[in-house]
Structure formats: C-alpha cells, structure tokens
C-alpha cells in the first residue's frame, strides 16, 4: 500500500492540473504523470504484464500520438475561455461533485470481502497465465480486436489522407519560379544565407552580418525575428570586453609554461 | 492490501475525466480526459482482479488498452481533418449541424 499511498495524491493533483492547466502540451505532460503512476500501481496489483502494456502503449504510443498531434495542430493553440453556454464550467463542475460524491457513496456502501490474491493465478508467471486464457476463453475477442485493429489504421489513414489538387512541383518548375521571382521583384533566386557563425555564438539566432556590417533579415527564421528572441551582432561584440575582463589575468600569463602542473615525466614518475 | 483505497482512487480520476469533457474547449484535451476515464476504470478492473483472484479483470483491461489505442488513431486522424477545413481544434468551432 506504501506505493498506493505515495502516487495516488500525485494522481490526483496531475489529473485535476489537466482541467486547469492552459496549454494542452502541459495538459499531455500531466497524463503522462498519470499514466506512469498507474503503470507502477498495475505493478504493485501482481500486474506485470499490463504495467509494461501501459508504459509501452499508453505512454509511448498514445501520448507521443497526441504530442504529435499537438506540434500538427500548434502548441500556441490555447484554450478559449469563453464559454459558450452560459453557466457551463458551474454547472459541469456541481456534475462532476455530484458524480463524485455518488461514485464514493456508492462504494464505501459496498463490502469487498477478503483480497485473494493472484499468487496462485500467476502459478508460472503472469504472462503465461494471461496468454492460456487469452487464447482460450478470450480467443474470439482477441481475433475480434484485429479486424477493429486494420479499421482504425484504414480510418486514420483515409482520415490523413489528402488529395493533391495541384500537380507536383517539379525542380525544372521550381528553377523556372524562382528566375521568374528575380526577373519580377529582383529576389535573390539563390538559397536563403545560413545564420551568422561568430567565434562565441554560432546558434540559429543570430543573424549573419552583410558587408556593410549590416544584418540579413533573411538568415533568421521568422518566428524567431517575431517572438523577439533575435541576438544582434553589436551586442555580442560589447561582450567581448566583458569576456575579456573575465579573462584578463589569465591572458598575461597565457605564454608562461605554468609551473603549477606537472609536465609528462613527472606524471610517469609518480606513477 | 484493501481494495476500497484503489476504487475510490479509480473513481476520483473518473469523475476529474469526466468534469474535463465538460469543461475543457480543445478537442485534444477532450480526448485526453477520455483516456482518463479509460484508465481509471482499468485501474478498477486490474483491483477487481486482484480482490477476486483470477486473471479475467487483467484480460478485460487489456482489452480497453487495445480500444482505447485504435480510438485515439482514430480520434486523433478526426480532429486533424477538422482542423485542416476550420483551421481550429476547439470543440465549439465544429458546429456545422446546428445551423
């Protein structure tokens, strides 16, 4: 019970995160949460098969499926607060007490008896004992399951499916736009310049320096340039002097042989 | 190990499921509260089989796993397609047959 005790408020709290929290990537983040913290209860019910299905498809498949949908559809895509039907997060919030409250009553007037136990319905292993009653009791659901299987994955794949209404464009097509784009409003038909790589900062938001020591609009991503996150070349050269106030005392002795550390031989000998 | 801890547990995280449907506008975390519910009733199958000694609660949990897998692929293909036409994942945007 000591595991029970630990994740169940941890559950608790990640899944009331999920009604509260703005953003669905945080939302999926606490799923997951909940989804480990049953994993390991699963463990600790004698369920070592479904702790592994759980981990393995619940919080790799199924959540790396909604985070994937959610980089489709866009992060920033936050809840609208607006409510539709006036009342509604009141009233769907007396529900759910209401529910809850019945759901709690109902159960502590119920009496369970004793725990049994699995260990002698896991005699030889729980995976064993799972599969003789899979294929056994269960077999016409377990075959069922594979016909609902290729459903799904035909659906998704008509669902995703789009029809190309334009004809592709080919390189000849593209080299012949991109002349026409010079030949009409004179931009550079070439590629776009790559960020600039100066000596302390070489990451993608940093723009490359034109020979008039000017900055290329067109070497940053624009989500970049509109989140503001852009670093300007100017300031990275004001670091310089704070970098080499930093390192002053170390650039006067930096031709001296440093008497502080053992040359190779010594290191041989002590050895 | 009491049984009654897990089941009251199993219909907390229900109920939170089931208040998110209600409450929440993004399709996508609509769905996540239903994988929620899914998983809290798993947990009380997987209890029940515990309490009751034999294996037939891990068998049906198994099975909800393998629904709730194919009603995610599913779900999830839906909610794109919706948003490619109305540019919106908000369950209040996908409503063409009121009108």
Redesign the interface.
Known sequence: ?TA??CL?PV??AA??G??FVRK?VH??ML?AV??IS?AV??AA???P??FA??II??TG??LM??LF??M??GVD????VVE?IPG??V???I??LL??AV??VG??QVT??A????D???EGG?VP??AN??FSK?VF?FET?SA??I???I??MV??H?ERLTPKETQADAANRRMQEYADTGRHPGPLPAPGVFARHNAVDTPALLPDGTTSEASISRVLAARGTVRSAPALADDIDVVQRQLGHHDDRGYEPDADVPTTDEQEGSK | MRTEPYIVLSAILFTIGCVGVLVRRNAIVVFMCVELMLNASNLALVTFAKANGNLEGQIAAFFVMVVAAAEVVVGLAIIMTIFRTRRSASVDDASLLKY
């Open positions: 019970m029970f005790w169940a559950m608790v899944a009331l999920i009604l669905a939302a999926a799923l909940v989804m049953l209860l699963y019910l004698d369920a098969f479904l299905v759980q498809v619940y498949a199924i499926l909604f949908v959610l489709l559809v895509a936050s809840d609208s539709t509604q997060r009233m769907a919030a529900l759910g529910l809850g759901l709690v159960i502590s369970f008896g725990v049994i136990g699995l002698d319905a896991n729980n004992q799972l009653l899979l269960y659901a399951t609902l299987l459903t799904a994955a659906g998704a669902l995703a789009r």
